[in-house]
C-alpha cells in the first residue's frame, strides 16, 4: 500500500465513526474498520472485508493490552513519546498482517532481549574512546616533560658530583620528584628539587613560559609537528608557543639516567564512589621497580620503609629474598652472586596492595547536583580535595546528552573544554594545594535526565603515596662504595568514577 493509501484511509475513518454506536467496526466497500476507544484516542486497525473480524479483534485486544505497557500516560503527547516503543511492539505482534500468537509478555520478552552485535560494537567503540584518551594523555605528558626540562635549561641545569649535568625529572605524568631527603648513610640519595608548590593556582610556571637563552640555534618547527599541535589545540590541549618541542625531544631522548640507580615507587588507584555517598570499591595497588645502568652497580640491598596502614600486604618477586624481606624489610635477591638485571628497563621487585579504606580516605571527592528548571538543565559540580596530597593535572570528565552546541558554563574553578565528539564536558584544573582544596563548577544545558550526567570520570596524579613507601638507603654486597641513586614516587589513577 501507497503513502497517500494509508493516509486517505486514516483520513476517512473519523467522518465514519458516529456517536452512540455500539458496534466497534464500520465497514466500507472495501476496507473494514476495527476500532477500540482508548480514553480520547481511538486505536484502529484496517483490514480487507475477506479478513476473519473474530481474529481481527482477537488481534486488537492483544494491541490494547500492549498500548498501556509501554505508554503510561494514554494521551496524543504520551503517545507520540513512545511511539518508537509502540511500533517495535506492535512488529512483534503482527506480522506481514497476520497476528503473531504470542502473549503480552513474551512481546516485552522479545523487545527488551540484548543484541550481541549491538554489545560488540558499543564495546569496540567505548575501547577506541579509550585508546584516544590514553593517547591524548601521553602526549600532554610528553609536553609537560618538554616545559620542565626548558624550565631547567633556563636555569642552569643542575650541579651534582660529576659536574653540570640535566637531572631526567620525574615528569612522565606531569609531577615534580619525590622529597624523600638525603639517605641514611648507607648511600647518597638524588632528589629533584623542582617542586610545583612555587606555581600560582591554574597558572603554568614562569621557568615553563619564559623563552630559553641556552640555545645558539634555533631550529624552525617541521610541518608534521605543526599538525600535531594544531590537533591537539583542536582537542582542547594548552599549548605554549615557545617551547621548541623537536628541540627539546631530541635533546632529552639522548640523556641517560642521572644516577646509577633508579628506583620507582607507583600507586595506581580503583576506586568507585557512589552518587549518594558511599563507596562501591575502594583499591590501592603498588609497585617498586628498580633500574640498574650496570652490571657492576647490580650488587645491591635496597633498605625501605613505609607507613603501617591496615590492610597493607606485600608480594616480593620470586627472586627476592622473603624472609630477609619480612624481618628487616631489606630487599635482596636469593642469590647474593646474582646481580639484578642492568639496562634501560625496569624490574619490579616487589607489589603491595591496600584494601578496606573508607571514605574519608579518598584524596579527591566529587558532588554533581543536576535540576531541572523551565526549559534549563542546571548542574552544580563540586570537588573537595583531602589535606594528603597535592594533586596534579585533575581532569574531571562529565558525560552530557547529545547536544548541537558546547553548554553555558556560568562559573567555574579552573579550566574546561567541551568534547563534542563523546558529548563530554572536561573540567580540568593544573594543582590542587592549600590554596584551593575545594571549588565548584555551574553550566547549564537543556532539559536532560539528571542520570545522564553520570559516571563522571576522574584522573590526577601526585608525587606521594599511600604507603609512603621509600628507599632509605643502598648497602652494597661487594666492597666499594655504594652507587648514587634517586627515586621517585606518584600516585596515579587507574580507575576512578562517581556512578
Same mark, same amino acid.
Given at each position: 500500500?501507497?503513502?497517500?493509501?494509508?493516509?486517505?484511509?486514516?483520513?476517512?475513518f473519523?467522518?465514519?465513526?458516529?456517536?452512540?454506536?455500539?458496534?466497534?467496526?464500520?465497514?466500507?466497500?472495501?476496507?473494514?474498520?476495527?476500532?477500540?476507544?482508548?480514553?480520547?484516542?481511538?486505536?484502529?486497525?484496517?483490514?480487507? &472485508? %475477506?479478513?476473519?473480524?473474530?481474529?481481527?479483534?482477537?488481534?486488537?485486544?492483544?494491541?490494547?493490552?500492549?498500548?498501556?505497557?509501554y505508554?503510561?500516560?494514554?494521551?496524543?503527547?504520551?503517545?507520540? &513519546?513512545?511511539?518508537?516503543?509502540l511500533?517495535?511492539?506492535?512488529?512483534?505482534?503482527?506480522?506481514?498482517?497476520?497476528?503473531?500468537?504470542?502473549?503480552?509478555?513474551?512481546?516485552? %520478552?522479545?523487545?527488551?532481549?540484548?543484541?550481541?552485535?549491538?554489545?560488540?560494537?558499543?564495546?569496540?567503540?567505548?575501547?577506541?574512546?579509550?585508546?584516544?584518551?590514553?593517547?591524548?594523555?601521553?602526549?600532554?605528558?610528553? +609536553?609537560?616533560?618538554?616545559?620542565?626540562?626548558?624550565?631547567?635549561?633556563? &636555569?642552569?641545569?643542575?650541579?651534582?658530583?660529576?659536574?653540570?649535568?640535566?637531572?631526567?625529572? !620525574?615528569?612522565?605524568?606531569?609531577?615534580?620528584?619525590?622529597?624523600f631527603?638525603s639517605?641514611?648513610?648507607?648511600?647518597?640519595?638524588?632528589?629533584?628539587?623542582?617542586?610545583?608548590?612555587? &606555581?600560582?593556582?591554574?597558572?603554568?610556571?614562569?621557568?615553563?613560559t619564559?623563552?630559553?637563552?641556552?640555545?645558539?640555534?634555533?631550529?624552525?618547527?617541521?610541518?608534521?609537528?605543526n599538525?600535531?599541535l594544531?590537533?591537539?589545540?583542536?582537542?582542547?590541549?594548552?599549548?605554549?608557543?615557545?617551547?621548541?618541542?623537536?628541540?627539546?625531544?631530541?635533546?632529552?631522548?639522548?640523556?641517560?639516567?642521572?644516577d646509577?640507580?633508579t628506583?620507582?615507587?607507583?600507586?595506581?588507584?580503583?576506586?568507585?564512589?557512589?552518587?549518594?555517598?558511599?563507596?562501591?570499591?575502594?583499591?590501592?595497588?603498588?609497585?617498586?621497580?628498580?633500574?640498574?645502568?650496570?652490571?657492576?652497580?647490580?650488587?645491591i640491598?635496597?633498605?625501605?620503609?613505609?607507613?603501617?596502614?591496615?590492610?597493607?600486604?606485600?608480594?616480593?618477586?620470586?627472586?627476592?629474598?622473603?624472609?630477609? !624481606?619480612?624481618?628487616?624489610?631489606?630487599?635482596?635477591?636469593?642469590?647474593?652472586?646474582?646481580?639484578?638485571?642492568?639496562?634501560?628497563n625496569?624490574?619490579?621487585?616487589?607489589k603491595?596492595?591496600?584494601?578496606?579504606?573508607?571514605e574519608?580516605? +579518598?584524596?579527591?571527592?566529587?558532588?554533581?547536583?543536576?535540576?531541572?528548571?523551565?526549559?534549563?538543565?542546571y548542574?552544580?559540580?563540586e570537588?573537595?580535595?583531602?589535606?594528603?596530597?597535592?594533586l596534579? @593535572?585533575?581532569?574531571?570528565?562529565?558525560?552530557?546528552?547529545?547536544?548541537?552546541e558546547?553548554?553555558?558554563?556560568?562559573?567555574?574553578?579552573?579550566?574546561?573544554?567541551?568534547?563534542?565528539?563523546?558529548?563530554?564536558?572536561?573540567?580540568?584544573?593544573?594543582?590542587?594545594d592549600q590554596? @584551593?582544596?575545594?571549588?565548584?563548577?555551574?553550566?547549564?544545558?537543556?532539559?536532560?535526565?539528571?542520570?545522564?550526567?553520570?559516571?563522571?570520570?576522574?584522573?590526577?596524579?601526585?608525587?606521594?603515596?599511600f604507603?609512603? +613507601?621509600?628507599?632509605?638507603?643502598?648497602?652494597?654486597?661487594k666492597?666499594?662504595?655504594?652507587?648514587?641513586?634517586s627515586?621517585?614516587?606518584?600516585?596515579?589513577t587507574? @580507575?576512578?568514577?562517581?556512578?
Amino acid at each position: 500500500m501507497s503513502r497517500i493509501r494509508i493516509e486517505g484511509l486514516l483520513a476517512a475513518f473519523p467522518k465514519l465513526v458516529g456517536t452512540g454506536k455500539q458496534h466497534t467496526y464500520v465497514e466500507t466497500e472495501n476496507v473494514r474498520y476495527v476500532y477500540q476507544p482508548i480514553e480520547g484516542l481511538y486505536l484502529l486497525l484496517i483490514t480487507n &472485508k %475477506q479478513s476473519n473480524i473474530l481474529e481481527d479483534l482477537d488481534t486488537l485486544r492483544l494491541l490494547s493490552k500492549l498500548v498501556p505497557e509501554y505508554s503510561p500516560s494514554l494521551d496524543e503527547e504520551g503517545v507520540c &513519546k513512545t511511539a518508537f516503543e509502540l511500533i517495535f511492539a506492535f512488529d512483534e505482534a503482527i506480522s506481514l498482517g497476520n497476528k503473531e500468537n504470542v502473549t503480552v509478555q513474551q512481546v516485552k %520478552q522479545y523487545c527488551e532481549m540484548e543484541s550481541h552485535e549491538e554489545k560488540a560494537h558499543k564495546l569496540m567503540m567505548q575501547a577506541k574512546i579509550n585508546e584516544t584518551k590514553d593517547v591524548m594523555k601521553k602526549k600532554a605528558n610528553e +609536553l609537560d616533560k618538554m616545559r620542565m626540562e626548558r624550565g631547567k635549561l633556563d &636555569k642552569g641545569g643542575y650541579s651534582s658530583i660529576s659536574g653540570p649535568r640535566i637531572e631526567k625529572s !620525574f615528569n612522565d605524568m606531569g609531577i615534580g620528584g619525590s622529597r624523600f631527603g638525603s639517605g641514611s648513610g648507607l648511600g647518597g640519595l638524588s632528589t629533584d628539587m623542582d617542586s610545583f608548590a612555587s &606555581k600560582p593556582k591554574g597558572r603554568p610556571s614562569t621557568a615553563a613560559t619564559a623563552p630559553g637563552k641556552g640555545f645558539g640555534m634555533k631550529l624552525g618547527k617541521t610541518q608534521k609537528t605543526n599538525q600535531f599541535l594544531e590537533s591537539l589545540k583542536a582537542e582542547g590541549e594548552v599549548i605554549l608557543e615557545d617551547v621548541q618541542p623537536s628541540t627539546v625531544s631530541s635533546r632529552s631522548s639522548a640523556l641517560p639516567p642521572s644516577d646509577p640507580v633508579t628506583v620507582t615507587i607507583e600507586e595506581k588507584l580503583n576506586v568507585v564512589v557512589k552518587r549518594d555517598g558511599g563507596i562501591n570499591s575502594f583499591d590501592v595497588q603498588g609497585t617498586l621497580a628498580l633500574q640498574v645502568l650496570n652490571d657492576a652497580d647490580g650488587f645491591i640491598q635496597l633498605q625501605i620503609e613505609s607507613q603501617d596502614i591496615p590492610g597493607l600486604s606485600f608480594k616480593t618477586h620470586p627472586n627476592i629474598n622473603k624472609d630477609l !624481606f619480612n624481618s628487616q624489610q631489606i630487599l635482596g635477591a636469593k642469590d647474593p652472586n646474582r646481580p639484578f638485571p642492568s639496562g634501560q628497563n625496569e624490574t619490579p621487585l616487589v607489589k603491595w596492595r591496600i584494601q578496606g579504606m573508607d571514605e574519608s580516605s +579518598l584524596p579527591l571527592s566529587v558532588n554533581c547536583w543536576p535540576s531541572v528548571s523551565g526549559n534549563e538543565t542546571y548542574v552544580n559540580i563540586e570537588y573537595e580535595a583531602s589535606e594528603m596530597f597535592d594533586l596534579h @593535572n585533575v581532569i574531571i570528565s562529565i558525560p552530557l546528552p547529545a547536544l548541537r552546541e558546547a553548554p553555558s558554563v556560568r562559573q567555574i574553578d579552573g579550566e574546561w573544554k567541551f568534547d563534542s565528539r563523546n558529548s563530554v564536558l572536561e573540567w580540568s584544573i593544573l594543582l590542587i594545594d592549600q590554596s @584551593n582544596r575545594s571549588g565548584s563548577m555551574e553550566f547549564v544545558v537543556p532539559p536532560a535526565d539528571p542520570s545522564s550526567f553520570f559516571p563522571i570520570s576522574i584522573g590526577f596524579s601526585a608525587s606521594s603515596t599511600f604507603s609512603d +613507601l621509600k628507599v632509605t638507603g643502598i648497602q652494597p654486597l661487594k666492597e666499594g662504595n655504594p652507587p648514587k641513586f634517586s627515586q621517585r614516587a606518584r600516585l596515579l589513577t587507574a @580507575n576512578y568514577q562517581v556512578v
